[in-house]
């Protein structure tokens, strides 16, 4: 796996004084490569990164480079028509304190046709508090061994993170 430099902006960008109104102040870049000023306050209702258009998606592809801290979308998507083309939802989050390891995962079942996954990515979206849209960045990407699929097959993807 390799973060990009969003995830330790985002990390970094958690750490503030207690009970303060002072807001964390960082640039992320998007999937489409465009730079962002993100604001964490101290009340998480007012903050891009805890609203309920904020979370965690996944999505797999056929890309075969090697990640860099540079790459800010997956490198090539499926295009079978299917639920495997799109991000999806994060459902599983765990914290194994005893091995300090962060889970997230979620479950995803192909529609449509068939294929070779190569790359995982995640994604976290954020509202914009100035535009009102939501934005997609990456949190990071992984080549994984391939896996082949076929429709309606089930895919577990889960990573672990530790630290």
């Known amino acids: 796996m390799v973060a990009n430099d969003n ?14 109104n002072d807001k964390s102040v960082f640039g992320i870049i998007d ?14 209702l007012s903050s891009n990164m805890f609203n309920e258009n904020s979370g965690t998606f996944a999505q797999v592809g056929k890309g075969a480079s090697t990640p860099t801290r540079q790459d800010f979308n997956i490198e ?3 295009t079978n028509g299917g ?7 994060t459902n599983l989050f765990g914290y194994n304190s005893g091995l300090g390891l962060i ?7 192909p529609t449509t046709g068939s294929g070779t ?11 914009s508090n100035t535009t009102g849209t939501v934005l997609v960045f990456l949190i990071y990407r992984d080549l994984i061994s391939d896996v082949t699929f076929v429709a309606s097959e ?7 993170v530790l630290i």
């Open 7 to 20: 995830l330790g902006i985002l990390m970094a960008g958690i750490f503030k004084p207690v009970n303060s």
């Open 31 to 44: 999937i489409s490569g465009v730079s962002h000023e993100m604001k964490m306050y101290g009340r998480p």
């Open 76 to 78: 090539n998507p499926f």
């Open 83 to 89: 639920v495997e083309d799109s991000r999806q939802n």
């Open 103 to 109: 889970t997230i995962g979620t479950q995803i079942s």
């Open 117 to 127: 996954i190569k790359e995982v990515c995640k994604f976290h979206n954020f509202l």
């Open 154 to 160: 089930s895919i577990d993807l889960s990573h672990e």
